[in-house]
């Protein structure tokens, strides 16, 4: 878990972001500090149908001049209109509520959804789901107490869930972030008739706020920034969602040590995304995301234990998980993983280890699964895609600044 949350000003086009344990970094986020390249991810549009691909059940969907996005149809059986022909189906011409859920990623146009969700910092509200789900990560006696308290908001057209942080929350609380989430969607339902075609009906937070509300706050000790207006949308979004870590929030002012320079942010960034991470046993991985997928491979190196060569696979396997299941989250990889872990013929062994990988991919926020073991010996997960990796971050940020040089 996370300790320190940093968010830095690199330069004057560039805002790094960082969760900390220790000296080492468990999230890495990279974005512009302009409104060019951030991410679409959560906001919500009135979008109208260019195309309907019934062969794969699909629609494309424009939410802005030329934007095109795509949208699963058997996914979304309850789509909110604002503007709908004399077809019972979807059709092109149709004006709807959508969602974007997952940014443009390499070939792939963004995706979205016409089940909206609004997110707190202790709940999620969902549209179109009635259901009160729990976080799995919290333990059975506080599900408990959460489910009771959430039973009075139990409602026919839409839910919630209840996320990891409300276990550290009081009722009122839950209650107040309930209603206040209710307020919301119903209020948006209710003035999305009357709104034109592409209005953004709700924009995404700055990626700082969003960083913070995806992060368990209950073991954090510090949130620092070194630019006053970040300090102050912070100071402004805990003083409004989450007053008591209020006090953990601080202004780093010190212009002979950078912040970033401080916590070795550039170095956590080149180790982030280099092919080849070293272990401390002197094994190592190495990473190559492709266009199919991630395949992460384990080598032994430079390991130079004295065990019994069982009891040396096994080290450096349970160090390599530990470290792959770090590496993904830091370079945000997804869709589809396969590490190929040194070769160890006890079962007994590999069933430790699919455990010990599974339980450190369980603290993951982003949804991940580790799916088992080929006969190949290839341990298979999946992982949810939702923003750009960290590369194509930095990559899309180059862009933008080799665009903004030539302007000038």
């Given at each position: 878990m996370a300790n320190t949350l940093i968010i830095t000003k690199r330069d004057e086009?560039?805002?790094?972001?960082?969760?900390?344990?220790?000296?080492?970094?468990?999230?890495?986020?990279?974005?512009?500090a302009s409104d060019e390249s951030t991410s679409l991810v959560g906001n919500i549009y009135i979008g109208k149908v260019r195309k309907v691909q019934k062969n794969i059940d699909a629609a494309f969907i424009e939410i802005a001049d030329r934007q095109q996005c795509y949208f699963n149809i058997a996914a979304n059986p309850n789509?909110?209109?604002?503007?709908?022909?004399?077809?019972?189906?979807?059709?092109?011409?149709?004006?709807?509520?959508?969602?974007?859920?997952?940014?443009g990623l390499k070939t792939k146009l963004p995706a979205l959804s016409g089940n909206l969700e609004l997110p707190g910092q202790y709940l999620v509200l969902t549209g179109n789901d009635s259901r009160i789900g729990i976080s799995g990560k919290l333990s059975q006696s506080t599900k408990e107490r959460l489910k009771e308290w959430m039973k009075p908001f139990a409602r026919e057209k839409y839910g919630f869930i209840v996320r990891t942080n409300a276990g550290e929350a009081s009722r009122e609380e839950i209650e107040a972030e309930a209603k206040k989430l209710e307020e919301q969607y119903l209020h948006l339902l209710k003035t999305a008739p009357y709104r034109t075609c592409f209005s953004a009906l709700k924009t995404s937070e700055p990626v700082w706020i969003e960083m913070l509300r995806n992060t368990y706050t209950a073991d954090l000790t510090s949130i620092i920034t070194d630019d006053p207006q970040i300090y102050n949308s912070l100071e402004h979004y805990l003083k409004e969602n989450d007053l008591q870590n209020l006090s953990k929030l601080r202004l780093y002012q010190d212009d002979l040590l950078p912040l970033y320079k401080l916590c070795r942010l550039e170095r956590e960034i080149d180790l982030a995304t280099s092919r080849q991470v070293w272990l401390k046993s002197g094994g190592y991985l190495v990473i190559d995301p492709t266009e199919a997928l991630t395949v992460i491979d384990v080598n032994t190196g430079k390991y130079s234990g004295k065990k019994l060569r069982r009891e040396?696979?096994?080290?450096?396997?349970?160090?390599?998980?530990?470290?792959?299941?770090?590496?993904?989250?830091?370079?945000?990889?997804?869709?589809?993983?396969?590490?190929?872990?040194i070769n160890m013929e006890n079962k007994e062994d590999q069933k430790e280890l699919l455990a010990f990988l599974e339980s450190r991919l369980f603290a993951d926020p982003v949804k991940t699964r580790l799916i088992d073991m080929t006969k190949l010996e290839l341990v298979e997960i999946t992982r949810k895609k939702v923003y750009k990796t960290l590369k194509e971050q930095i990559a899309a940020l180059e862009s933008e600044k080799e665009s903004l040089s030539q302007k000038d």
């Open positions: 086009q560039t805002i790094w972001m960082a969760a900390l344990s220790g000296t080492h970094a468990t999230d890495l986020r990279i974005a512009s789509a909110i209109y604002t503007k709908k022909g004399n077809s019972k189906k979807i059709a092109e011409g149709d004006e709807l509520l959508v969602q974007v859920i997952r940014d040396t696979l096994k080290t450096i396997n349970l160090e390599a998980a530990k470290e792959a299941a770090r590496q993904i989250r830091l370079r945000n990889l997804s869709g589809i993983i396969l590490i190929d872990f």
